[in-house]
């Protein structure tokens, strides 16, 4: 059973940065596929950006230029850089594991929070 924990959340300025870790455990790293989502005070929860595999990746329209997505397999974890944040960016983000095959994240982290305020 594949478990994710998540860290690196916490207050930051606007134009501020952070970095969020994800680590994996219990299972093949190399397998799997890994995202980023978020969910916001009120919001539906929303996919930020994502990793495959072999380190193909994608970025929802409001974070390109500003995040980048990373996966290190020497250390099984999934890193997320997130620059420039705005207070639009405030959520609980939440690192999620998709299996071979099944189309679907179905393994996620516990959420780690982000803040940001002046």
């Known amino acids: 059973q594949l478990q994710l924990v998540e860290s690196g959340g916490g207050l930051v300025q606007p134009g501020g940065s952070l970095r969020l870790s994800c680590a994996a455990s219990g299972g093949n790293f190399d397998w799997y596929s890994f995202a980023w989502y978020r969910q916001a005070p009120g919001k539906e929860r929303e996919g930020v950006s994502c990793i495959s595999d072999v380190g193909t990746t994608w970025y929802t329209d409001s974070v390109k230029g500003r995040f980048a997505i990373s996966r290190d397999k020497t250390k099984n974890t999934i890193s997320l850089q997130m620059n420039n944040l705005e207070p639009e960016d405030t959520a609980v983000y939440y690192c999620?594991?998709?299996?071979?095959?099944?189309?679907?994240?179905?393994?996620w982290g516990q959420g780690t929070q982000v803040t940001v305020s002046s």
């Open positions: 999620a594991a998709q299996s071979p095959g099944t189309g679907r994240y179905n393994y």
